[in-house]
């Protein structure tokens, strides 16, 4: 009988491969010492899966329980003055949580949209000195310190709460190479290489002010996405470049919140789980890694943005010593959308038939359990142009030609030649090189019948029938109609 509520520390990094944890890929170049060993005292999943392959719609999948598309935001990220992109009233894990007496905090890279206050039209033109009216604070976290969104998108201030740390006083000149950054305002108190460090502080400190206290604190790494900025003690670290330090350094300071959890006690009674919002960007140029023998991908096809396993099936650790075996490995296919349902599992809360619509408790895989068959029924993708891709056991039905992202062939780059859908045995064909949609056209319509359904009941999960969010675009969509 479990006599404390544990803690939780959702750890997310930004644009981290499958293929960069040594833990998951033996040929890896960098010795994530730290991501190992959460590996080796809990679980690894070898097929994790973000419900998108960028960055704004896996988090809002991961905090809401509800696949991203369902949402305002249908193809693409939203920028660091974007408006809030979740509704109003949405449950959250972190308003769950709420209910169960958890204190709840952000801290990190939010990209979720913000009311700025602007003082015109033009979106940009912000009143620093007025309080943000919605974000973190009004979706269920009791505090958040932070930015708006990547940290190669302007403002470049930290945000407390619902005020700026300090308003800025200057332009920040845009940057090439890969520590890039656009041009906008900089506050006095924001130096870019400072942020990650500087935020690993803030978790350190709420974790110690919180000791006392059931927790749960979503932390969102600003890396190792651009600009990639490892500091001068990580440089030359792996022997690759500046992206294989910036995973090393991101490694190494996880490690320092490990060692505050066993300082204060804590370690043992703390659910601590590790992924990436999707697959590693070309920004860490893959070209030069693959020379000295690094592959963020793996042997998956694409990377970020695209709707190939590479842009979205993302490693996912997690340790919990009162449920989870040390040295556990599981093959099952999950998604990042089942966290809301897991932790509902956890605290015994009973989702609403319009919270968590396409979220799918993982408990039974956490404690060992023998499955008679995967927990869900079918898992939906989504790339940056909004391209889509429904998952089965084996089989992946992708409706589109192309990546639907940044590999080739992108989305204008198809072929006429190219058939409209692609389906790979994942089995047999794990880097999707053979389109097998012609020789099974029964399950390519199978597939298609079960994401329609999926998409016009705006869940995927047993309930009530719930609506989709935004403009209904499935009609634009060629596979929606009958």
Not at 264 to 270: D, S
Not at 279 to 292: K, M, N, Q, R, T
Not at 391 to 413: A, N, V
Request: one cysteine or more.
């Amino acid at each position: 009988m479990r006599t404390k509520q544990p803690n939780i520390i959702y750890i997310l990094a930004d644009d981290m491969g499958y293929g960069d944890l040594s833990c998951l890929n033996e040929a890896s170049k960098i010795n994530t010492v730290n991501l190992d060993g959460v590996a080796k005292e809990g679980m690894a999943f070898t097929d994790a899966h973000a419900s998108s392959a960028v960055c704004t719609p896996s988090r809002y999948s991961i905090l809401t329980g509800r696949y991203n598309w369902r949402s305002s935001l249908k193809r693409g990220v939203l920028g660091g003055y974007s408006e809030p992109l979740i509704e109003d009233g949405r449950l959250t894990v972190a308003s769950m949580l709420k209910t169960k007496d958890y204190r709840t905090a952000c801290v990190g890279k939010w990209h979720l949209g913000l009311d700025w206050r602007a003082k015109s039209q033009d979106p940009t033109d912000v009143d620093y000195s007025k309080p943000i009216a919605d974000g973190p604070l009004q979706h269920g976290f009791d505090y958040f310190y932070g930015i708006s969104a990547s940290l190669d998108m302007p403002p470049y201030v930290y945000i407390e709460n619902d005020q700026v740390t300090q308003i800025p006083a200057s332009t920040s000149k845009s940057r090439e190479g890969k520590g890039w950054w656009r041009e906008g305002p900089i506050a006095p108190d924001f130096k870019h290489e400072e942020v990650l460090p500087r935020l690993n502080d803030k978790v350190l400190d709420t974790i110690e002010l919180w000791k006392d206290d059931p927790f749960f604190l979503y932390y969102a790494l600003p890396a190792p996405h651009t600009p990639i900025l490892p500091l001068e003690q990580y440089r030359g670290k792996t022997g690759l470049n500046e992206y294989g330090d910036f995973v090393y350094m991101c490694d190494d300071l996880i490690g320092d919140i490990m060692n505050k959890l066993i300082e204060l006690g804590l370690y043992e009674n703390t659910i601590l789980v590790f992924t990436s919002d999707n697959g590693c960007s070309p920004e860490a140029d893959f070209g030069e890694l693959s020379y000295l023998g690094h592959h963020p991908s793996y042997h998956f096809r694409g990377h970020k943005a695209d709707i190939y396993e590479g842009g979205h099936r993302v490693p996912l650790l997690i340790r919990w010593p009162e449920y989870i075996k040390p040295n556990m490995l599981t093959e099952e296919p999950v998604c990042l959308v089942d966290l809301m349902a897991t932790l509902a599992d956890i605290v015994d809360f009973q989702l609403p038939d319009d919270a968590g619509e396409d979220s799918i408790s993982n408990l039974p895989l956490w404690s060992g359990q023998k499955l008679d068959r995967s927990l869900r029924e079918a898992t939906v993708h989504h790339s940056i142009d909004g391209s889509f891709s429904i998952r089965q056991g084996k089989w992946k039905l992708e409706l589109c030609p192309g990546s639907g992202g940044w590999s080739y062939p992108k989305p204008g780059e198809e072929s006429s030649f190219m058939p409209p859908f692609q389906l790979y045995d994942l089995h047999s064909d794990i880097g999707e090189k053979v389109n097998v949609a012609l020789d099974y056209p029964d399950k390519v319509e199978h597939l298609r019948e079960l994401l329609r359904e999926y998409v016009l009941n705006g869940r995927s999960t047993p309930g009530k029938k719930q609506k989709n969010t935004g403009a209904p675009y499935w009609e634009e969509l060629h596979w929606m109609q009958e």
